[in-house]
């Protein structure tokens, strides 16, 4: 629910309201483009001694770390990752701790494979990565953080990551700008904050409370705060007041915050002339009504949106193009669209012709506030994802001063020109809108944005509600949509998986019959291998070998029970799958106690704790509690047993508690999965969904009985 906003007449800032806090800064500078940033970055990390976090959305450890001149010139490695280890190898007390999100997999192609490894494995002790997944299902660690020591901060909505770094100048053809696999890719343009002083402490203590909710461990404060401000570098504000805004959807007993909205909404009230936008996703319709709404109030007022040209993936085109084009409709009215203009970047070279990437997420309104942080203007960023935004308000002149100038000197780069030129025509022309319209040189220039026709509503709904809705997705809402009633809310997201996982066995069961796919899967040939399998000598020990190799690799256990229940039976099924899953478990277990606790947390990551939090108790019930409801993959929770010294005949017998009422109905699953394959009648279709329902029944409800006992005991 948005409140009214009674403005506060000394500030726009209402800690609990608008801001998370507001603290001093005793340097301020705003970074356009990643080689600033990056060489900024660079030069504030070799001043580290104590502590560092790199916090992102995504993290790549190729990526040169450089400046504007394409390379490094400083004896240090160019790659982040190894940029990194080399200042640990001289600094002997630093510890630097690396947050990335456990992104989804249809961001994986455009991630490095593997980020555990190539970031965690490869790095010294003294660097720890962890891949974050403490929020609800559906939403994405946004914020873009790096605090060095408690003393020097950076937020905005720049990711040390590949396809990112580019100068000022966005010409179309820098030979430097290529991502890690050598290719070129088109200009990109972004913006981050850094600040120090008891700003840049504070946004410390946001790292920190992300890295005990992920990790469960606390990193002490830094005492001795040195200088680590880039030399080269001159601050555009001195002792100023940052306001922290976040978006914080509810977790567990983490409550929401919505300030990155609420100051969208607060600060338009202070704007009489002019509002200037930078920001890659326009689909928060409330925004635009409440820009709109003040547009009206004070006639002389005009708004610039920079945005990308299009929206190129197919989600993104289906969601939000369709939502910016909703957001522009609002401005459409004949008292309005004439002050209006959504604009993107676009770069000729001859004959060649591209455009500007826009990934800022900046607002300038007046000369009276500057905002920069990493939150889209759409639903997601608003309270479905986590954001950190840092914002300025003007109390003097020259801090007016600086931020028309920052607003002159972003308009100038897209339009290829000098922020004096800006300068200039906004004195002569007293428009914002003829400023970016008229000024263009070195084949910069910005044009209108044009998003063609919507998609039909229905398609559009449909991909908007998982991909930019404006709360967690997660059961309840699934159950409200189906049901038309609103549920209590829950954290119950491991019961969600395991019914996602029961649809997609159900839909592949049925794609097999009646697809193409049928042509592949004969079952009358399926049932004679099974049968093979099953009346074999070595059958039995086949299997648990099978059971004991697929430990080592992470292969499901779900899978394998169902797969050996079909091929034997239920009831030989169950016993060779019970025997195979105890084998695994055990030989697994074995491992962790051999390699210990440190060399598995190489491997698994500062995560480990939450398992070993859940098992301390060193008993059956701790044992069985984690397999009837796992909080990692089958093999991990092994490896950590052994590793946690939990002895073995608990171990055992808490296994084969925990492992039974699944193992039950697994069985019975997979046995019933051949008899639709070779004979679907509706009775063994609907025995099969029963059994499938069952099995959501039951996770479901040990999830719930689990939960509420742990809430007792709390």
Known sequence: MIIPFQRNLMTLFTPGRN???????????????????????????????????????????????????????????????????????????????????????????????????SLGWKMPERIQLCLDDALPLGSAHHQKIVVIDDCLAFSGGLDITHRRWDTCEHDFDNPKRKDTAGKPYRPFHDVQMMVDGPAAKRIGELARIRWKRATLESVHDVRECS?????AIEADFRNIDIGISLTQPRYDQIPEQDEVEQLFLDSVALAERTIYIENQFLTRLNVAERIAERMREKPELEAIFIAPHTHESWIEARTMRIGRIAFRKIFDAPDLENRVRFLYPKVVCGENVTDTMVHSKVMIIDDVFLRVGSANLNNRSMGTDTECDLSIEAADDETRAVIAHLRD??????????????AASLKETHSLLKTADTLTARGHSLCPVEDG?????????????????ER?????????HLMGERVPYRHISHSIQVAIGCLIVIALVLAWRYTPLSELTDPD?????????????????????????????????????????????????????????????????LVGARVGKSALRKFVGPRLNRVTRRVAEKGVLAVAAVRLVPVAPFTVVNLVAGASGIRFTD???????????????????????????????????????????????????????VTRIRGARA
Do not use: M
Not at 227 to 231: G, I, L, Q
Not at 409 to 422: F, N, P, Q, S
């Open 409 to 422: 000197t972003l308009l100038a780069e897209h339009c290829g020109v000098t922020a004096k030129d800006i």
């Open 453 to 469: 026709e919507p998609d039909p509503k229905e398609i559009a709904a449909a991909v908007t509600a998982v991909a930019d809705p």
């Open 19 to 117: 801001v998370w806090n507001v603290d001093r800064a005793e340097r301020a500078k705003v970074l356009i483009d990643a080689a600033p940033y990056f060489g900024a970055l660079r030069e504030a990390l070799k001043k580290a001694r104590h502590t560092v976090f790199v916090i992102g959305w995504d993290i790549n450890s190729r990526v040169p770390l450089v400046g504007e001149s394409g390379c490094a010139e400083d004896g240090y490695p160019e790659p982040f990752c190894e940029f990194l280890c080399a200042l640990i190898k001289e600094r002997p007390n630093l510890q630097i701790n690396i947050l990335l999100w456990d992104f989804s997999v249809l961001y994986s192609t455009e991630r490095e494979i593997f980020p555990a490894l």
């Open 472 to 480: 967690t997705v997660g059961i309840e809402t699934f159950i409200t």
């Open 651 to 705: 171990f055992l017998i808490g296994t084969a508690l925990g492992l039974l009422p699944g193992l039950i109905v697994l069985s019975s699953l997979g046995n019933q999965i051949f008899r639709v394959l070779a004979d679907p009648s509706v009775a063994d279709v609907f025995l099969f969904i029963a059994l499938v329902v069952g099995w959501v029944c039951l996770s479901f409800g040990l999830q719930l009985f």
């Open 227 to 231: 200088d680590c401000w880039p030399e």
């Open 525 to 589: 040939t399926l049932r004679s291998h099974a049968v093979a399998v099953a009346e074999s000598y070595w059958g039995p020990v086949l299997v648990i070998g099978v059971f004991v190799a697929a430990g080592f690799v992470l292969f499901p256990l779900t899978i394998l029970i169902a797969v050996t229940a079909g091929a034997f039976g239920p009831w030989l099924g169950l016993i060779y799958a019970a025997a195979g899953a105890v084998a695994s478990s055990l030989t697994t277990y």
